[in-house]
């Protein structure tokens, strides 16, 4: 695995953690950041011993506390626009084959909070906050927000969020279904391994071609939806994993996935 500068790329086993390595910035994603987090997604997208990958922000502090407001003094437009059409973070992780769980400590603000948008799963400690505060930039959430929130929580609580600005707690994020569960902090760490452990038991082209089909769901009619099911079913039946997993059934033991 390359070293990165802004990052560290950790293997346990058959779980991946990439921790956003910016303690002192808390976290915020910079054009380094964004560009070695969609590097590291590449490398770990051809290794087959991952299987899932978590993405977190080192320290206590902040998951990612946003963007690096630095770098937006003196752009324009356009550079904006250029930036901005580059390979972008946001959609490496979304378009990543593989589960990724974001996990969430401290702030997860702006381009944070799109980040583990962006994710599969996510799993907050209580210390966790949320937001989407650009409106108090003069701004507006660019790296997928107002796209992926809406989606996630409704319209409704989705506007309110970005044109307020405001900040909401973990377990209102959980309320909203904006993280699929809340822990204590101390604990964070502990049951974010375990359920990617858990998933990273399955077969990997099932977590692929079920990933793919759940998310056929908010960006396709019910009917295209329905026959992308069909096809990656279908798929899943040309695979090894379909023989050990049917087998395994039949011989009441545990199966032994293979990838295959």
Do not use: H, W
Request: overall charge neutral.
């Amino acid at each position: 695995m390359s070293s990165y500068e802004t990052l560290l790329v950790e293997r346990r086993g058959r779980v991946a953690v990439i921790t956003i390595n910016r303690p002192a910035k808390l976290n915020a994603l910079n054009i380094q950041t964004r560009a070695e987090g969609a590097a590291a997604l590449d490398e770990l997208r051809e290794d087959e011993s991952v299987r899932v990958v978590v993405i977190t922000g080192a320290g206590e502090k902040a998951f990612v506390a946003g963007a690096d407001i630095a770098e937006f003094e003196g752009r324009t437009a356009v550079t904006q626009r250029d930036v901005m059409l580059g390979r972008s973070l946001f959609t490496a992780v979304d378009t990543f084959p593989k589960p990724i769980i974001a996990m969430i400590n401290g702030f997860c603000l702006g381009g944070g909070c799109e980040l583990a948008l962006a994710c599969d799963l996510r799993v907050a400690g209580e210390n966790a906050k949320f937001g989407q505060p650009e409106i108090n930039l003069g701004i507006i959430p660019g790296g997928g927000g107002t796209q992926r929130l809406t989606r996630l929580v409704g319209e409704g609580k989705a506007m309110e969020l970005i044109l307020t600005g405001d900040m909401i707690d973990a377990q209102a994020a959980y309320n909203l279904g904006l993280v699929n569960m809340v822990v204590p902090a101390p604990d964070l760490e502990g049951k974010t391994m375990e359920l990617a452990g858990r998933i990273a038991s399955k077969s990997p082209v099932a977590l692929r071609m079920a990933k793919e089909a759940v998310k056929t769901a908010s960006r396709a009619n019910l009917d295209e939806g329905l026959r992308r099911e069909v096809d990656l079913f279908a798929i899943c039946f040309s695979s090894e994993d379909k023989d050990e997993g049917v087998r395994a059934f039949l011989e009441k033991r545990k199966p032994e996935f293979k990838g295959r």
